[in-house]
Protein backbone atom coordinates (compact mmCIF):
# COMPACT_ATOMS: atom_id res chain seq x y z
CA UNK A 1 0.00 0.00 0.00
CA UNK A 2 1.18 3.53 -0.91
CA UNK A 3 2.23 5.74 1.83
CA UNK A 4 1.96 9.86 1.84
CA UNK A 5 4.66 12.28 2.81
CA UNK A 6 4.39 11.70 6.40
CA UNK A 7 4.58 7.68 6.35
CA UNK A 8 0.68 7.14 6.57
CA UNK A 9 -0.83 4.32 3.99
CA UNK A 10 -3.54 5.65 1.83
CA UNK A 11 -5.79 3.78 -0.01
CA UNK A 12 -5.15 5.85 -3.92
CA UNK A 13 -3.38 3.62 -6.77
CA UNK A 14 -3.09 6.94 -8.20
CA UNK A 15 0.75 8.40 -8.72
CA UNK A 16 -1.21 12.17 -9.88
CA UNK A 17 -3.27 11.48 -6.42
CA UNK A 18 -0.53 10.47 -3.97
CA UNK A 19 1.21 13.56 -5.61
CA UNK A 20 -1.91 16.02 -4.55
CA UNK A 21 -2.49 14.63 -0.95
CA UNK A 22 1.26 15.18 -0.22
CA UNK A 23 1.47 18.46 -1.80
CA UNK A 24 -1.96 19.14 0.56
CA UNK A 25 -0.44 18.02 3.66
CA UNK A 26 2.89 19.48 3.02
CA UNK A 27 1.40 22.74 1.97
CA UNK A 28 -1.22 22.98 4.67
CA UNK A 29 1.32 22.05 7.48
CA UNK A 30 4.12 25.12 5.98
CA UNK A 31 0.70 27.66 4.60
CA UNK A 32 2.18 27.23 0.64
CA UNK A 33 -0.02 27.12 -1.77
CA UNK A 34 0.50 24.28 -3.35
CA UNK A 35 -1.98 22.73 -1.02
CA UNK A 36 -4.77 23.76 -3.46
CA UNK A 37 -3.49 21.29 -5.52
CA UNK A 38 -5.70 18.39 -3.93
CA UNK A 39 -8.83 20.64 -5.57
CA UNK A 40 -8.34 19.15 -9.06
CA UNK A 41 -7.04 15.68 -7.89
CA UNK A 42 -10.54 15.40 -6.32
CA UNK A 43 -12.20 16.18 -9.28
CA UNK A 44 -9.79 14.09 -11.44
CA UNK A 45 -10.16 11.04 -8.86
CA UNK A 46 -13.24 10.74 -7.01
CA UNK A 47 -13.62 7.84 -5.70
CA UNK A 48 -10.35 8.74 -3.46
CA UNK A 49 -11.38 9.37 0.02
CA UNK A 50 -8.74 11.16 1.41
CA UNK A 51 -8.34 13.67 -1.67
CA UNK A 52 -12.18 14.74 -1.43
CA UNK A 53 -11.60 14.96 2.65
CA UNK A 54 -8.53 17.19 1.88
CA UNK A 55 -10.77 19.44 -1.04
CA UNK A 56 -13.80 19.53 1.82
CA UNK A 57 -11.40 20.78 4.41
CA UNK A 58 -9.89 23.51 1.77
CA UNK A 59 -13.43 24.86 0.94
CA UNK A 60 -14.39 24.57 4.82
CA UNK A 61 -10.92 27.05 5.42
CA UNK A 62 -12.25 29.38 2.69
CA UNK A 63 -15.73 29.80 4.42
CA UNK A 64 -17.65 30.69 1.33
CA UNK A 65 -21.12 29.53 0.68
CA UNK A 66 -21.11 29.61 -2.99
CA UNK A 67 -18.94 26.95 -4.78
CA UNK A 68 -20.87 23.55 -6.05
CA UNK A 69 -17.41 21.80 -5.46
CA UNK A 70 -17.66 21.89 -1.80
CA UNK A 71 -20.86 19.83 -1.57
CA UNK A 72 -19.65 17.30 -4.16
CA UNK A 73 -16.54 16.58 -2.39
CA UNK A 74 -18.09 15.88 1.06
CA UNK A 75 -20.56 13.98 -1.17
CA UNK A 76 -18.21 11.33 -2.91
CA UNK A 77 -15.92 11.34 0.68
CA UNK A 78 -19.62 10.52 2.09
CA UNK A 79 -20.31 7.66 -0.25
CA UNK A 80 -16.59 6.18 -0.15
CA UNK A 81 -16.54 6.47 3.55
CA UNK A 82 -16.99 2.86 4.58
CA UNK A 83 -14.51 0.76 2.41
CA UNK A 84 -11.68 3.57 3.94
CA UNK A 85 -12.36 2.79 7.21
CA UNK A 86 -9.87 0.75 9.51
CA UNK A 87 -11.27 -3.12 10.06
CA UNK A 88 -9.60 -2.66 13.74
CA UNK A 89 -11.80 0.87 14.14
CA UNK A 90 -8.41 2.91 14.95
Request: hydrophobic share 45%.
Amino acid sequence: MPHDVLGNEVSTTSAATLSAIDDFVEGFLGYERRAAKVLAAADADPESVLANVYAGFSWMFLETRAPAARPRSVWRARRRQAPAMPVNGC
